[in-house]
């Protein structure tokens, strides 16, 4: 199994820190979309690079696709975080943000739902070989 950096480590810390303030800030009930902003603006605050909606190609049979995948934020190039407002998770998000770190060639992800009554309960950490 893949050992993490102290770097990876660091980032996912404050990836659960920043929901966490925007979660206290915001509460459940709001959209998708502005919990991405506003998540992004804690890790912006914190100094800590990403990218939004990051389209990702995808290579099958010697081509190249580009209408891939999309991310929903890339952390400092190393985690995928997908963000959910969502009153049910389903395994199909599960499946989503596994299949999207393998894809990506990253090592850790997150799949965060803002949608529960403590933010505690819907961050979930992934791990890929």
Not at 8 to 24: G, N, T, W, Y
Not at 41 to 58: M, T
Not at 65 to 82: K, P, Y
Not at 105 to 121: A, E, R, S, T
Request: net charge negative.
């Amino acid at each position: 199994m893949y050992k993490l950096s102290s770097h990876e480590e660091f980032l996912c810390k404050e990836i659960v820190d920043a929901a966490f303030i925007v979660h206290s800030k915001l509460g459940p009930g709001v959209v998708e979309k502005i919990y991405e902003v506003c998540f992004c603006h804690e890790l912006r605050k914190k100094g800590i690079s990403f990218r939004r909606q990051v389209d990702l190609p995808i290579y099958y049979d010697d081509l190249t696709f580009d209408e891939g995948l999309r991310l929903d934020v890339l952390v400092d190039d190393l985690v995928v975080c997908e963000l959910k407002a969502m009153m049910h998770l389903n395994e199909y998000w599960t499946a989503q943000t596994i299949s999207n770190m393998k894809l990506a060639g990253k090592h850790v992800g997150f799949l965060i739902n803002f949608h529960v009554p403590l933010i505690k309960q819907g961050i979930r950490r992934f791990y890929a070989d």
